[in-house]
């Protein structure tokens, strides 16, 4: 009996559901946020609402949210905006 190759058709785009925590990098500044490039390659849109300073470049881990067909919208993980607001206390009390 011959060894056959199985051909894979599964989409190369992930789907993934609300909660799934995706590590991003920041594009760019929007308005209202943030454009997220996401892992694996993916090239579809991404943005993360916020009204928080970022560093375009930087990663964060993000939450999957929903896609409305044409973006995906994220929101911080637990840790990161717990590492967000002790990052920003620590400004505050460096500045004071």
């Known amino acids: 009996m011959q060894n056959q190759d199985t051909i894979d058709f599964s989409s190369p785009i992930k789907d993934y559901k609300p909660g799934d925590i995706l590590k991003c990098r920041i ?6 946020g943030y454009a997220l490039s996401l892992p694996d390659n993916d090239l579809r849109d991404a943005f993360l609402p916020t009204s928080v300073k970022l560093r375009e470049g ?3 881990d993000v939450l999957f949210v929903f896609t409305d067909g044409k973006r995906i919208f994220c929101s911080y993980s637990d840790e990161e905006f717990k590492r967000r607001v002790e990052l920003k206390a620590s400004q505050d009390q460096t500045a004071s």
Do not use: V
């Open 27 to 32: 594009l760019e500044k929007n308005n209202g």
């Open 58 to 60: 930087d990663e964060l």
